[in-house]
């Protein structure tokens, strides 16, 4: 079936823009899971949404970043007046039990 | 807080040679351990989990051994082919979070 997808594969921007990136999980997973991954680095988390319960908002680096999932399947990650070390990848992963399905990333680069 | 720390950072070696990936964590309160890779401009692919309760898993050229009490855990990779080229990560569960390494840069020349 399909994996994860994601829009746009990539995205340049301005400083100062807002930028919208877009996550279609696996049909029938119920957690949600947003990354980012700065160049040479691990993945950091963002925040994680599990059925209809208040998402994990721990992650998020400021309050300019923010996100939401709806109807429990597309999500979105919205970052407001972007910086220039927002430039990274942005990876989406859903799970329906332990293992995570990653999609293939935004790579968001702010100039 | 946990840590996780891959080295190498980078790795090249010739075809069909065995090689060992480490992964080592701070904190022993582990609820799982997973091995990714990673393909360039491409998502993470799982390739091995290892619960806590576990001490090795096998996917075929592939064996991940864990041991808990000293926060480390490797990967195997057997008769190493090109196609192996990729990045490797590994992340550790406390929970549904995964905290995660920084990777090993796998090159396997022809």
């Known amino acids: 079936g399909a994996g994860v997808s994601q829009s746009p594969s990539n995205k340049v921007t301005e400083k100062g823009k807002d930028v919208e990136l877009r996550c279609d999980p696996i049909?029938?997973?119920?957690?949600l899971y947003w990354y980012r991954q700065s160049l040479g680095q691990g993945l950091e988390f963002l925040i994680y949404?599990?059925?209809?319960?208040?998402?994990?908002k721990s992650g998020l680096p400021s309050d300019r970043f923010s996100a939401e999932r709806t109807g429990g399947s597309v999500s979105t990650l919205t970052i407001q007046r972007t910086q220039q070390e927002d430039s990274a990848v942005y990876l989406c992963?859903?799970?329906?039990?332990?293992?995570?399905?990653f999609g293939p990333g935004t790579r968001l680069l702010v100039l | 807080k946990q840590e996780v720390t891959q080295i190498p950072a980078a790795l090249s070696v010739p075809e069909g040679e065995n090689l060992v990936l480490n992964c080592s964590f701070t904190?022993?309160?582990?609820?799982?351990l997973q091995w990714f890779r990673q393909d360039p401009g491409k998502g993470l692919t799982s390739l091995l989990l290892?619960?806590?309760s576990q001490r090795e898993q096998t996917s075929g050229r592939l064996n991940a051994s864990l041991d808990k009490s000293s926060g480390r855990s490797t990967l195997y990779i057997a008769a190493s082919q090109p196609g192996d080229s990729a990045t490797y990560l590994c992340?550790?569960?406390?929970?549904?979070?995964?905290?995660w390494g920084a990777g090993t840069k796998l090159i396997i020349k022809p």
């Open positions: 949404f599990q059925g209809n319960s208040a998402p994990d």
């Open positions: 904190d022993s309160a582990i609820y799982n």
């Open positions: 290892i619960q806590s």
């Open positions: 992340a550790v569960s406390g929970g549904y979070q995964l905290i």
């Open positions: 049909s029938g997973h119920t957690a």
């Open positions: 992963a859903s799970s329906g039990q332990e293992t995570q399905y």
